[in-house]
């Protein structure tokens, strides 16, 4: 009930009122009167009420000059008073309320540095003067009466709602009973004041809320107070009563459904209609096993790992090890091949149907089907669809799986380190699994799904080993019939899958894993392209996606025309989307808020639905010196804008700034070196490259630029410069030799439509790019003058007069 510490023993002492550990103390009379001045003894965890007899826990070496003062009084008396603090011992007489409890101490016993002591609580009192405000602590008292008299009706009433506070109790905790039949021995139920204080004893409030009662003096208050900290106990009482019969409920039921599991496990066993875990599963495998067409190598392995799953305990992780082992093996579809659906119309209306436009993409894919029909199967081959993102790649190979009619599985390679994601692990680690591949076998269902392998080109290696090399053996046709997975430890064949590979760029994909794919370049689409798509697929797709009926949102051709221009620029249409999404979203708020659809948003709404353009005309740069080149990104084609200046003449020097790679440098040495060595059959003067400091820059510094395409420019920008003539508005691409050779370049059809989105109508390319300009489609190539080159010059008379030829 109180604080307990560990101490000391008590002092000896003589005489007859010493208290010692084990000594009886002579019982005073009830009607003794009460000494004024008595030690005081802290209580941290409750205050104690009168009409109790308390067991008392404390430490001796803290409390036992306290109690020895009380042994060698005469009355035997201590003030026991709750304090404020956590512990007894930190208390100071600052921290003790009030009103405390007299108490007669009877017994005293010492066991391990605690004192036990057995008090009988007497009477209120209030502390009024501290005679010692260190401890042992001393003070004088002045008592309190308890209400004398006949109770009245009202304290009646309170009375009987108290007793049947506690009668409500006595069932839901039979601690409750032991003590009720205490109470009833020493008092009755006529005795209100000692009833409310036994009522309060009984709860599990704070130690403020009974200090509160104990500190109330006039019956019906107190009453009032303890009846509804009894309520409140009662109410706890029933909330814990109900957990844990829901608790016990819960084990009865789980318990009893273990037993008759148990049991009809038992019978069903005697009656032979039902068998153990290891035969169960074994039947299971061998269920599996009729239904596959296995290898021999395969059957061998099966038949040793079943042998070794009889032996061994159930219980044990080998176990577990072999059952896993087993269940992958026989899940696999070994010999199972879905009927390829090989109808070239079908596959060009599924074609038709899924994407606007790639007529060059769509027929290279018909082309492969078609070799595929003539030979009665489709296998060993993997396509690589390069492109910038969202111009379809991911989409192209869901319709190449619809029109095959077979399963399509699809994973993103992007940023895998680890070989054992290819290849699997070794079945010696824990938490050991097949590789992607087999996974998606296991998940397809057969053995020649239509497998995606996204982002290809973000394989990296680390110290995990170069998944790109292990990506070798799934990717060749002339391996992948034997394909060894490290955790299956077995010969499984790939070769019936189709592989379909997607990219953004092929210059990080390595050479030998490059050589084993065909590639299939997606360029970005041209803004009538981007059109259509948004009418037919992407603007429809948004408005079933906000749930709204079709013609909800309707946006004309100007519209479109203007959102493509000013906010979706992009090679592919996901930005598109996006923003088509966005205008979508806030017209559904607004048909929310009432107003009727259906809405057309016109060209001048799309600053209110999607805020200020992002793409804005691009800046024309002109001048002597400034020069627009053409080139290629992961993102698609763009125009680029070189600038040449001469700083100073102080010296002769060359500068490039604008963020420029190891190749475009390498361009523009070269050019600097064959303009200078040439400048004066160029029409420049020779002189002017003797004292002069040139400066080239290439705007949007923030921007990392590289690639084997602006040699002509940069020439194009000194010599301008150098001749202090601006050039006519045209475009041009290709690299330049020191000789003044024009090489070519890739990327035709992107720098077109960069080109075509700058307003661009001429431009230059070189000779040995005339083929492949010509494999452009031609809406891309339509308004065009272009102009070959196979030497710089050629180039010379197209910048600054009127064009020789077209």
């Known amino acids: 009930m109180a604080d307990a510490d560990s101490g000391e023993d008590l002092g000896e002492d003589s005489g007859e009122t010493q208290i010692d550990e084990g000594s009886e103390i002579t019982l005073a009379r009830a009607n003794d009167v009460l000494p004024t001045r008595i030690p005081i003894l802290p209580v941290a965890s409750r205050p104690f009420f009168p009409g109790q007899a308390v067991p008392l826990m404390m430490d001796a070496e803290s409390w036992s000059s306290t109690l020895k003062a009380v042994g060698e009084s005469e009355h035997k008396i201590l003030g026991v008073v709750l304090v404020r603090t956590e512990t007894s011992e930190e208390a100071q007489t600052t921290d003790f309320y009030p009103v405390g409890t007299a108490c007669r101490v009877h017994r005293v016993h010492h066991q391990d540095g605690h004192l036990q002591v057995l008090v009988e609580c007497l009477q209120r009192f209030n502390i009024a003067t501290w005679l010692s405000r260190e401890a042992p602590f001393d003070a004088q008292v002045t008592y309190l009466p308890e209400p004398a008299g006949r109770p009245n009706e009202e ?48 709860t599990t409030s704070t130690k403020e809320q009974l200090q509160e009662v104990l500190e109330i003096l006039p019956l019906l208050p107190r009453m009032e107070k303890v009846l509804v900290l009894l309520n409140n106990e009662l109410e706890l009482a029933r909330a814990q009563q109900k957990i844990r019969r829901t608790v016990e409920e819960k084990m009865h039921k789980q318990q009893r459904e273990f037993f008759l599991r148990e049991q009809l496990k038992a019978i069903q066993k005697e009656l ?34 079943m042998d070794k799953l009889r032996m061994l305990e159930t219980g044990s992780p080998e176990y577990a090890v072999t059952r896993n082992y087993l269940d992958w093996i026989t899940i696999l579809p070994w010999g199972k091949h879905s009927a390829d659906k090989l109808d070239l119309k079908r596959a060009r209306r599924i074609l038709d149907r ?51 009619g077979r399963r399509f599985y699809r994973f993103s390679v992007g940023g895998i380190r680890d070989e054992a994601e290819i290849k699997g692990h070794r079945r010696t680690y824990i938490g050991a699994m097949p590789g992607k591949f087999l996974q998606a076998i296991k998940d397809a269902g057969t ?11 973000k394989v990296g290696a680390s110290y995990h080993g170069d998944p790109a090399s292990a990506l070798l053996e799934v990717l060749d046709p002339e391996q992948n019939s034997d394909f060894l997975d490290h955790y299956l430890d077995l010969r499984f064949d790939l070769s019936k899958v189709l592989f379909v590979c997607t990219a953004n ?15 299939i370049q997606l360029s970005g689409y041209i803004a009538e392209e981007k059109l259509q798509i948004a009418k037919k697929y992407l603007l429809p797709r948004q408005i079933d996606r906000a749930g709204l009926a079709k013609r909800t949102v309707t946006l004309d051709t100007k519209t479109l025309r203007a ?40 060209e001048t709404d799309l600053k209110d639905y999607l805020g200020s353009p992002v793409f804005r005309d691009e800046r024309k740069l002109s001048g002597p010196g ?3 080149g053409l080139a290629w990104t992961a993102m698609g084609g763009a125009t680029l804008s070189i600038e040449a200046a001469r700083t100073h003449s102080f010296m002769r020097g060359f500068k490039l700034t604008g963020q420029l790679g190891d190749v475009m440098k390498e361009s ?21 490259f003797e004292n002069a400091f040139i400066h080239v820059h290439v705007p949007a510094g923030a921007t990392p630029k590289d690639g084997p395409s602006a040699g002509i420019t940069i020439t194009s920008a000194l010599l301008s410069l150098a001749r202090n003539q601006p050039i006519r508005r045209l475009a041009m691409t290709g690299e330049i030799t020191l000789t003044g050779e024009v090489f070519p370049v890739g990327g035709i059809r992107e720098k077109l439509i960069a080109a075509r989105r700058a307003g661009i109508r001429e431009i230059i390319l070189p000779e040995d790019n005339r083929g492949e300009f010509e494999e452009v489609p031609e809406h891309v190539r339509k308004g065009f003058k272009v102009h070959f080159a196979s030497r710089y010059h050629d180039v010379l008379p197209l910048l600054f007069g009127a064009a020789s030829r077209a």
């Open 626 to 628: 400034v020069v627009t």
């Open 272 to 305: 032979g209609i039902a068998k153990d875990d290891r035969t169960a599963e074994i039947d299971r495998f061998n269920e599996r096993i009729e239904t596959l067409t296995l290898t021999e190598q395969a059957s061998k392995r099966i038949e040793e790992e």
């Open 505 to 519: 760029q092929t210059d990080s994909i390595p050479g030998p894993l490059l050589d084993r794919m065909e590639v």
């Open 354 to 404: 899924d994407h606007y436009g790639l007529e060059d993409v769509k027929k290279r894919i018909l082309e492969f089907l078609a070799v595929g029909i003539h030979k009665g199967e489709i296998a060993g081959s993997i396509i690589l669809l390069v492109g910038p993102p969202g111009v379809g790649k991911t989409s192209i190979g869901h319709s190449i799986a619809d029109a095959l």
């Open 155 to 202: 304290i009646k009433a309170y009375a009987m709602a108290v007793i049947n506070t506690i009668k409500e109790l006595l069932p839901l905790n039979p601690l409750y009973v032991e003590e009720l039949r205490m109470f009833l021995d020493r008092f009755g139920p006529d005795d209100p004041s000692h009833l409310s204080d036994f009522a309060a004893s009984l």
């Open 563 to 602: 959102l493509i221009e000013g906010y979706a620029r992009d090679a592919g249409v996901r930005r598109l989307e996006k923003q088509l999404g966005k205008i979508v979203r806030k017209v559904a708020v607004r048909m929310l808020e009432g107003e009727e659809a259906p809405i057309s948003v016109g």
């Open 668 to 688: 523009a040495e070269i050019a600097y070196g064959y303009l200078v060595g040439h400048a004066a059959e160029l029409g420049a003067d020779p002189a002017f």
């Open 447 to 457: 053995a020649n799904p239509v497998i995606m392998l996204d982002e290809i080109d």
